[in-house]
């Protein structure tokens, strides 16, 4: 039996489930987080399927009493003159439930032991070797653990160790985000936002807005993906409203005048707006490390599926220690099983990309039967029907 020592680097939703399913396999884990305290800022609202829930409730790696909103339908909306909400266009079968992105977090969180969670602490380099790795920290003495999990993020600087020219691939649009109380909304939320996620259609993207559950009551979130006249690098993580100007031009010109009003009630400075992008990697494991949620796999947001890939990441990692007792077999079972699953959600994000982003559809001269055809050819990868042929 191979040692038991584990260094996870990243604190986050990939890092705390991966501490839970290690130490329950039996391991003796140490989490290095660079952030300190709690982790608010990394998402508003998190859709799992309710068998995503459920798994995640069997495992005990979350309260079955998590706050959270059903979704059960998405109404697909265009502007259509003054009419408030614009014109219903579609309305698509859906099964969701909502999350809210710090409290799913805090579950994780609360179910590692303070002792093996350090936060506040970067790790800044590791050295692989191929009975263990030793990592480096930020004003602390090396340490050696017999596996090193990456969980740290997107940007992660352990994947340089597993595929050195894995690099982010730029979608060739933004995302711009933001939120706030649903009591801040002049008037009770109309009833296609009750149990619903709408999206909002234009040429050149699309916007989405739902309730997710808060801390302070529920929240309005809303998301903008747009195609701007000038590329972003894909270098840069994030921009202020100010840097990339250009959503009131959007909201004028294409969002029906509630939605308008809605997406943008949110303060510019609170509103923030970043690169769309996609990183993929020729294998999950090398040596003694493991690559888990966003640092092995970056799929685009339209998945939904960050937070899910990372848990369900963690949980195979978990269910193959338990059953092997070398991590040679851990890390081989363990890619195999998690890679292509990456794999098929980074290229289910850039089919939708390309569909509701980069090349749009006719929506307003949609039927609803177009409509549903279309989403099953983006979803099963297939040609994009009858929208694939330039008009
Ligand atoms: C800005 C942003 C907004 C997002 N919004 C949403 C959303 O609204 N809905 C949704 O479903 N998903 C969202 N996601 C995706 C979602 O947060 C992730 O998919 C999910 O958290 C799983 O990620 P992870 O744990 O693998 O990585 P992350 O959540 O990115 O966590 C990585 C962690 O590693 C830590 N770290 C990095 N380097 C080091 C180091 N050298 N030493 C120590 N610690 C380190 C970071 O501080 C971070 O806490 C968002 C992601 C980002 C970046």
Same mark, same amino acid.
């Given at each position: 039996?191979?040692?038991?020592r ?6 986050s ?13 039996g391991?003796?884990?140490?989490v290095?987080?660079?952030?300190a ?8 609202? *998190?859709?799992?399927?309710?068998? =995503?829930?459920?798994? !995640?409730v069997?495992?005990?790696?979350i309260? &079955?009493? %998590? /706050?959270?909103?059903p ?5 697909w ?15 698509q ?7 809210n992105?710090?409290?799913?977090w ?14 506040g602490?970067?790790?800044s380099?590791?050295?692989p070797?191929?009975?263990?790795v ?30 050195? *020219?894995?690099?982010?691939?730029? =979608?060739?649009?933004? !995302? ?6 649903? &009591?801040? %909304? /002049? ?10 996620t ?12 739902m309730?997710?559950p ?20 894909s270098?840069v ?5 100010a840097?990339?100007?250009?959503l009131?031009?959007?909201?004028s ?6 939605w ?5 009630r949110?303060?510019r400075d609170?509103?923030?707006?970043h ?7 020729s294998?999950?494991?090398a040596?003694?490390? =493991? ?7 970056l799929?685009r ?18 269910r ?28 289910l ?12 559809p ?9 409509f ?17 042929t330039?008009r």
């Amino acid at each position: 039996m191979d040692g038991n020592r584990v260094g996870i680097i990243g604190g986050s939703i990939a890092g705390c489930a991966a501490a839970t399913v290690l130490r329950r396999a039996g391991c003796e884990v140490t989490v290095f987080e660079r952030s300190a305290g709690v982790l608010r800022d990394r998402g508003h609202g *998190v859709s799992l399927s309710g068998e =995503a829930r459920a798994e !995640l409730v069997d495992e005990d790696l979350i309260d &079955a009493d %998590l /706050p959270a909103w059903p979704i059960t339908e998405r109404s697909w909306f265009a502007r259509d003159g003054d009419t408030p909400l614009g014109r219903l266009l579609w309305q698509q079968p859906f099964s969701g439930i909502v999350h809210n992105w710090g409290m799913l977090w805090a579950n994780l969180r609360d179910r590692v032991p303070g002792t093996d969670y350090r936060d506040g602490v970067r790790v800044s380099g590791i050295e692989p070797a191929d009975d263990g790795v030793t990592v480096h920290m930020d004003g602390a003495a090396a340490e050696h653990f017999d596996l090193v999990v990456g969980a740290d993020g997107y940007r992660s600087s352990v994947r340089a160790a597993v595929d050195p *020219v894995a690099e982010p691939t730029s =979608a060739g649009y933004v !995302l711009w985000r933001g939120g706030y109380p649903v &009591a801040e %909304l /002049p008037q009770p939320v109309p009833d296609v936002l009750h149990q619903q996620t709408v999206t909002i259609a234009f040429p050149g993207g699309h916007a989405l807005v739902m309730i997710t559950p808060g801390e302070g009551g529920s929240r309005i979130y809303w998301g903008v993906y747009h195609q701007p006249a000038e590329p972003l690098p894909s270098d840069v993580d994030h921009l202020s409203a100010a840097d990339l100007p250009g959503l009131d031009a959007l909201l004028s010109q294409h969002f029906p005048p509630y939605w308008a009003d809605v997406v943008g009630r949110t303060p510019r400075d609170a509103t923030v707006v970043h690169p769309v992008l996609d990183i993929q990697t020729s294998s999950y494991t090398a040596q003694r490390i =493991a690559l888990l949620g966003d640092a092995a796999t970056l799929a685009r947001p339209h998945t939904g599926s960050g937070a899910v890939k990372a848990v369900q990441d963690a949980l195979a990692l978990g269910r193959l220690r338990r059953e092997h007792g070398d991590w040679a077999t851990v890390l081989a079972e363990y890619d195999a099983a998690r890679r292509p699953a990456g794999t098929a959600l980074v290229d289910l994000g850039r089919r939708i990309g390309e569909a509701q982003v980069t090349g749009t559809p006719p929506w307003m001269s949609m039927s609803p039967d177009d409509f549903s055809a279309w989403i099953q050819s983006v979803l099963s990868g297939r040609r994009l029907y009858l929208y694939d042929t330039p008009r």
